[in-house]
């Protein structure tokens, strides 16, 4: 059990519609880090907060976007969802923001599998 | 911008038999090198990760890899192997001098039979 934890473990929707996914870091936790793993394209980064703040961005459609509360669990907001949106959905989080002279470990969840008809 | 490739998608071995799974990289920065596993149904765990030092790193469950500069390389070992390590394994890179995201290789899955 990595500590991170993410709700809910599946989702089924439909073509056209919004899900929000949730994600809720490592007790004392600052960043989140969103990933897409897909058969596809494989494991992709979408998107990094950093204590409240968005601090990096990867392949992330304008149709999804993210948010980290300031408790610091985040949401991942899926919108006018596409077939090929169907995927599994990964929360990371580190204890730190990302400096350029440090490493942070990045435990993941579990994932949130979603599947669009 | 970095990029990274697992040129096998499955390699099968024999239970106690040694395996390799092969990870290249490309980058045009100094990079971060790790090696996750995905277990069926279960999120990404880190084996180990080459920061900086010594270019063999040693990882859990007897796992191991090392770093060649020169072949950008950063191929995973290990000696004998257990039904359990039964997985998909991803090699991931980070530039040291920009944010942490993590860029994966397209995985390779182990599959150890008795």
């Known amino acids: 059990d990595s500590g991170v934890t993410q709700t809910p473990k599946h989702l089924i929707t439909a073509t056209g519609q919004r899900v929000t996914l949730r994600c809720s870091p490592r007790?004392?936790?600052?960043?989140v880090y969103w990933y897409q793993q897909s058969l596809d394209q494989g494991l992709q980064f979408l998107i990094q907060?950093?204590?409240?703040?968005?601090?990096a961005k990867g392949n992330i459609l304008e149709r999804f976007s993210a948010q980290q509360f300031p408790d610091l669990h985040s949401e991942l907001n899926l919108s006018s969802l596409e077939l090929g949106d169907s995927a599994l959905y990964f929360c990371a989080s580190s204890s730190r923001g990302g400096l350029a002279d440090t490493w942070d470990t990045q435990y993941f969840g579990p994932g949130t599998r979603l599947t669009v008809l | 911008a970095q990029s990274v490739t697992q040129l096998d998608s499955q390699v099968p071995v024999f239970e106690e038999a040694p395996v390799e799974l092969r990870c290249n990289y490309s980058s045009s920065v100094s990079v971060y090198l790790f090696w996750y596993v995905q277990y069926p149904n279960q999120g990404l765990q880190l084996l180990l990760k080459?920061?900086?030092?010594?270019?063999l790193v040693k990882g859990i469950n007897g796992f191991e890899a090392e770093f060649n500069k020169s072949q950008t390389s950063f191929h995973l070992r290990k000696p004998s192997v257990h039904i359990s390590d039964t997985a998909e394994y991803f090699c991931a890179v980070s530039d040291r001098q920009g944010f942490q995201k993590l860029v994966f290789g397209t995985g390779t899955r182990l599959l150890v039979s008795p």
């Open positions: 080459y920061l900086s030092g010594s270019t």
């Open positions: 907060y950093y204590n409240g703040e968005e601090r």
């Open positions: 007790s004392g936790d600052l960043s």
